[in-house]
């Protein structure tokens, strides 16, 4: 059976990053109109340069350059590649035929990557940017959680067992420190971003070198002025062809660490929904499952582990790239690249966005947490016991076996028979402990040890400051499809 749309769009596969996931903000980000509009502007940096360091450019061409910065012809440059097979010299025909005072000084002495290369920068640039402002409003979202929940006492897990007891607030806190340790990692590469700017064919500046004349000082000046207008301090001290494909590598990395902790948290958010202890928010008209209309499914904690999972896998590509880059450059990271460094930002994007929507909504069920704590508390508590067993006299080695076999016995009638807890009942009739007084009810506030206290601590040390750094920053919130 062949099925036909009368929308073309409907025809061909449509990336779910653009058209489910990321926010509006990243998916224009690296569209082809940001992207070809930064071209224009690396040309008019270019040229600009290059006129005030004596190079015969008239004002008259530079104004034209200017006037077309934003007005693309991209249906022009798309016929020019079809003819050329070559994307950046099809610009610069489709550019030159809306300019044509200034063709024949568009490009003038560079290299394909002078254009690929410096616009990848800036884009990588400003979606980091929004990354970290996505960063630090997740973060602010969940710190405030915290701080309220700082001194609810909950089952602590290790080895995904029941363990020592901790507060829903600090364990919200160890989510949002992954985060909080990934954050620094984005400034650190922010800050060490630099612009490729006018290095020339293999990274030898030798177009420029005979644009001037064999003056080494009016290269080096053109190749300041022109990281200066598009906007950076510093450019890579040297390079082939391209910028280090290192520094892509290490961008996956610090993306892939994003989608480690989201990923583990969202992990943390499902088990709890399971245990029906903590939930993510969910719509009035939500539906769960086509055939079980009671569930509750946490799809977007879900969501969240599948898009970061994607990101992980990732991570790899962009390691083999900067492997494989053979002397100056080749060019099989071109399409690699084309793939790999958007649809990381997008899928980090989207994960952000939603892990700030489930922390501003998160559904507390305190009865159900203190209904789970106390099924393990008396376990907790032989430990207190067992030390004022000792300081009765009794012999700890001695305490402690009988504590272990006591243990076991009431796993089996727990686990096996389905009765209640009855270990403190058993050490009250055990005539090791009887010097132990039980009078005492247990608090589960006395077994959180400093929980509390390390929210308030990590919120004033860690979370303050990108609340600072981070107060001007607009408003992200994002509507979340379901």
């Known amino acids: 059976m062949t099925l036909s749309s009368s929308n073309p769009a409907e025809s061909t596969y449509q990336n779910p990053l653009i058209e489910r996931y990321s926010s509006r903000e990243m998916a224009t980000l690296w569209g082809p109109n940001r992207r070809f509009q930064t071209w224009r502007r690396l040309w008019i940096a270019l040229a600009e340069s290059e006129k005030e360091l004596g190079i015969d450019i008239s004002d008259t061409q530079l104004e034209q350059l200017r006037a077309f910065e934003s007005n693309l012809n991209l ?86 067992q029941p363990a020592q007891p901790t507060t829903v607030g600090k364990r919200c806190c160890l989510w949002t420190y992954d985060l909080v340790l990934d954050l620094h990692e984005i400034e650190h590469r922010l800050d060490t971003l630099c612009a490729r700017s006018a290095k020339g064919t293999t990274g030898t500046q030798a177009s420029f070198l005979q644009l001037f004349g064999g003056d080494h000082e009016k290269v080096r000046q053109l190749e300041r002025r022109i990281a200066e207008k598009i906007g950076f301090e510093k450019t890579y001290a040297v390079t082939g062809q391209t910028y280090p494909r290192k520094v892509d590598a290490q961008l996956l990395d610090a993306l892939s660490g994003i989608a480690q902790s989201l990923h583990k948290t969202a992990t943390d958010i499902r088990l709890l929904a399971n245990r029906k202890e903590i939930e993510e928010p969910i719509e009035k008209q939500q539906i769960g499952s086509s055939a079980m209309p009671y569930k509750r499914n946490p799809m977007r904690s879900e969501r969240i582990c599948a898009l970061t999972r994607f990101v992980m896998s990732l991570q790899s590509s962009p390691a ?60 907790m508590e032989t430990e207190n016991i067992m030390m004022r067993a000792v300081e009765a006299g009794g012999d700890r080695q001695d305490l402690h076996e009988r504590i272990r076999i006591h243990s076991r016995e009431v796993a089996q009638r727990v686990n096996a028979e389905g009765k209640p807890n009855d270990m403190i009942e058993r050490l009250k009739n055990d005539d090791a402990f009887s010097a132990v007084s039980f009078d005492t009810e247990i608090n589960p506030l006395d077994f959180v040890g400093r929980a509390p206290e390390q929210v308030d601590e990590f919120i004033e040390q860690e979370i303050k400051p990108i609340r600072s750094r981070y107060a001007d920053q607009e408003s992200l919130s994002v509507e979340v499809t379901v």
Not at 88 to 114: N, R
Not at 352 to 374: C, D, R, W
Request: charged share 25%.
């Open 320 to 379: 083999m790239t900067a492997a494989t880059q053979w002397m100056e450059r080749t060019l099989d990271d071109s399409a690699n690249r084309r793939l790999v460094i958007p649809q990381a930002f997008l899928a980090i994007d989207a994960s952000l966005v939603l892990m700030q929507n489930i922390a501003s909504g998160f559904v507390v069920y305190p009865k159900t947490i203190e209904h789970n704590l106390a099924k393990e508390l008396p376990y």
């Open 75 to 160: 249906d022009v440059a798309r016929e020019y590649e079809r003819i050329r097979r070559h994307d950046v010299m099809a610009h610069v025909e489709a550019y030159g035929d809306q300019c044509p005072d200034a063709k024949k000084i568009i490009h003038l002495g560079a290299t394909s990557c002078f254009i690929t290369d410096n616009a990848d920068v800036i884009l990588i640039r400003d979606a980091l940017r929004l990354v970290a402002r996505r960063l630090a409003a997740t973060i602010d979202t969940m710190a405030t959680f915290a701080a309220q929940h700082r001194a609810l006492p909950c089952l602590g897990f290790t080895h995904l």
